[in-house]
């Protein structure tokens, strides 16, 4: 009877800190999301990409590697945001910080490379009914044929 006091107890407590630390931030935020590049030198075939599952890194040529997110926590310093990612492939987890800047359609900066400024190239949300059906940007309408 004793046992089934300390054990049930145990389990529940287990049970919440699973579900607590299971569900960490993974909501990636839309100014985020999408392909970004830089013009610095020795990175013009490279690109970064995020969606909302997964951070590709473009290494050169055709090549890719990609990686599952983990988590992605938001933090301020000073006016500045700053993201930190963690990400993992099979074998390996890793942690990169960037700060974001909002004006000219974006600007990421990774804290160990400041100097390098990405800038988003294409958005990969797509956004319901943005695009207009290709018969209402003829001036046409479903009663209009």
Do not use: C
């Not at 009877?1 to 054990?7: D, N, P, Y």
């Not at 990400?87 to 909002?102: G, I, W």
Request: aromatic share 12%; no cysteine; glycine share 6%.
């Amino acid at each position: 009877m004793k046992l089934k006091r300390i054990v049930i107890p145990v389990l529940i407590l287990a049970a919440a800190l699973y579900v607590f630390y299971s569900k960490k931030n993974r909501d990636i935020p839309a100014n985020l999301i999408g392909e970004w590049t830089t013009s610095s030198p020795g990175y013009q075939d490279r690109f970064i990409e995020l969606t909302k599952e997964t951070l590709v890194y473009g290494i050169g040529g055709d090549k890719e590697e990609a990686y599952t997110i983990i988590s992605l926590g938001k933090t301020l310093e000073g006016k500045n945001t700053i993201y930190t990612i963690n990400y993992k492939n099979s074998e390996v987890k890793f942690t990169r910080s960037f700060y974001y800047h909002p004006e000219d359609g974006g600007i990421i900066q990774f804290k160990h490379q400041e100097h390098i400024k990405w800038r988003k190239t294409k958005n990969t949300v797509v956004e319901e009914n943005s695009e207009p059906d290709q018969n209402m940007k003829a001036g046409q309408n479903a009663t209009n044929n």
